[in-house]
């Protein structure tokens, strides 16, 4: 099965600090798309970066960014700045080519402690 | 406001009852989707629409059925509802992918569904 695995359950990390969240991935596929989800208790889903599997530079938006290591099948989402409305489940996403389909992980609940 | 509406948000169901999810865009997307969320699953594809007359089954398909309607439309019904089936739902609808295009996959604001 092609998966998505989040291994952290739960992260936490103090105001203004910086956090990692990890994320790797199984595919057969060469050309892909992957993607960072933060969903608020409000259960809204917001895309809050992605990363095209053909591009070397790692996506930034803002305070986020990602490391993306192609051959580790490796894609961690990095928080700097961390901020109070940053708490939420954080999914981790990659998109199957062929289908469209988004094939998700299990997601991180991350805390910000003031 | 463009995007995913779902109806209703919340639903209680009693165990072999059954009902029909809803789901709308107006984003002219060819591809719908029905997700399921429960704790320490993430998100899993129940359904999925590549294009209005054809469905198909995603990962967890069984005690579902669909329909697209017509482009804008996919509503997901449950024919015997069980316990297991509690959980929120999400529908969501996507464009064509392209390199650099902005591609976009619009979530709906999900459906809390308990079955007792």
């Known amino acids: 099965a092609q998966t998505v695995t989040q291994s952290q359950p739960e992260m936490s990390v103090q105001e203004a600090e910086t956090v990692t969240l990890s994320c790797t991935y199984d595919?057969?596929?060469?050309?892909?798309?992957l993607f960072w989800y933060k969903q608020p208790p409000s259960r809204q889903m917001i895309l809050v970066i992605r990363q095209e599997a053909y591009k070397q530079q790692n996506a930034t938006e803002n305070r986020f960014s990602v490391n993306f290591q192609k051959a580790a099948k490796s894609f961690s989402l990095k928080i700097s700045d961390s901020q109070l409305g940053d708490a939420a489940m954080y999914f981790c996403a990659r998109l199957r080519g062929a289908t469209n389909k988004l094939i998700f992980g299990t997601g991180t609940l991350l805390a910000v402690q003031p | 406001n463009a995007g995913v509406t779902q109806t209703p948000k919340f639903q209680v169901l009693k165990t072999g009852q059954s009902m029909t999810l809803q789901c709308a865009q107006d984003m002219n997307h060819n591809s719908m989707y029905w997700y399921r969320q429960d704790p320490g699953m993430g998100l899993r594809l129940i359904y999925y629409?590549?294009?209005?007359?054809?469905?198909d089954k995603g990962e967890v398909p069984n005690g579902y059925n669909v329909s697209r309607l017509n482009k804008r439309e996919f509503s997901l019904r449950l024919e015997s509802a069980a316990p297991s089936q509690t959980s929120v739902y999400f529908c969501a609808s996507s464009g064509p992918l392209y390199r650099d295009s902005l591609y976009g996959y619009t979530f709906g604001s999900g459906t809390r569904l308990t079955v007792v």
């Open positions: 629409s590549a294009s209005e007359g054809t469905t």
């Open positions: 595919t057969s596929e060469s050309d892909y798309y």
